[in-house]
């Protein structure tokens, strides 16, 4: 087995790669933490923090110095800053792990759906850069739930659409922990990982889930697809629909759960239930 002496995180100061570098960490393997502002950010002690940006893909020549594997989350830049970051990693480094979609689909050369396109854009230059790979691809973050957090602390209320759509929303500590493995050992280069909670649950049961979490009962509230829709010009339009429409075929087709992160770590993926509890003092 290669043995990895040094792990840079790209993203290390979000939900997953926050995980990724104190799972590291834990493990005894040397991190160096990649941030854009380093002195606002606050890991494990042992970590090593690096200033940097991917807009400037040259940026990432210093972090990567001595660096054996790269974890990589990417923001969706455009294609051309994705074969930049992919040409500077595979000078320096000779494995990297991505955090990527389960949105992407191996059947196209052209994706279908706005999230699909984005992330293909960055797996394509790594397939093609002589890179050992690993892609995680989840299907759904329990993280993004937080959105509901400002709603819970003003009130015992949730509203949203689709309460009925069911998903298999992952921990952020299965998707690092499946990461940690793929970057330190040899057996997942060339993997595409579908990556998923254990089961499915409703958006109304993931709302009650959270209520238990606090100690308090809490109610959704219906709304209809346009008063979603208008909640969330934060994302751009097209992104949105495609969140929209995901939530609508889930209504009737559950996700399906599948077994990857017991297969790759050895222990069963954690259920929304564990995340609400973890997690229940950002909704206090």
Not at 49 to 78: F, H
Not at 82 to 111: C, F, P, W
Not at 218 to 230: F, P
Request: proline residues 6%; aromatic residues 6%; without cysteine.
């Amino acid at each position: 087995m290669t043995r990895t002496n040094k792990v840079l995180v790209i993203g290390a100061t979000g939900h997953v790669g926050g995980q990724v570098v104190s799972q590291l960490a834990a493990s005894g393997t040397a991190v160096r933490a990649f941030a854009r502002k380093p002195e606002a950010a606050s890991f494990p002690a042992g970590v090593e923090v690096v200033p940097g940006d991917l807009t400037a893909p040259e940026t990432l020549v210093p972090a990567l110095d001595g660096v054996d594997a790269v974890y990589l989350t990417w923001p969706m830049l455009s294609a051309d800053k994705a074969i930049q970051v992919v040409d500077v990693i595979a000078e320096h480094a000779r494995r990297l792990v991505l955090l990527s979609s389960g949105a992407v689909r191996d059947d196209l050369e052209e994706q279908s759906n706005p999230i699909g396109k984005a992330h293909a854009a960055i797996e394509r230059p790594i397939r093609n850069s002589g890179l050992e790979w690993t892609f995680l691809r989840p299907y759904g973050f329990a993280t993004n739930t937080l959105e509901w957090a400002p709603q819970i602390r003003a009130g015992n209320v949730v509203r949203g659409a689709y309460g009925a759509a069911s998903m298999t929303l992952l921990h952020e500590a299965d998707i690092a922990a499946v990461a940690v493995r793929a970057l330190t050992t040899d057996a997942h280069i060339g993997a595409r990982y579908e990556l998923t909670g254990p089961a499915p649950l409703s958006r109304i049961e993931q709302v009650a889930a959270i209520g238990a979490a606090l100690g308090r009962p809490l109610v959704w509230e219906e709304l209809t697809r346009v008063q979603a829709r208008q909640q969330m010009d934060w994302l751009p339009a097209e992104f949105a629909d495609f969140v929209l429409d995901g939530l609508a075929a889930m209504v009737d087709t559950p996700g399906q759960p599948t077994s990857t992160v017991q297969e790759v770590t050895g222990s069963p993926a954690r259920g929304y239930a564990q995340w609400a509890a973890d997690h229940a003092a950002d909704f206090a």
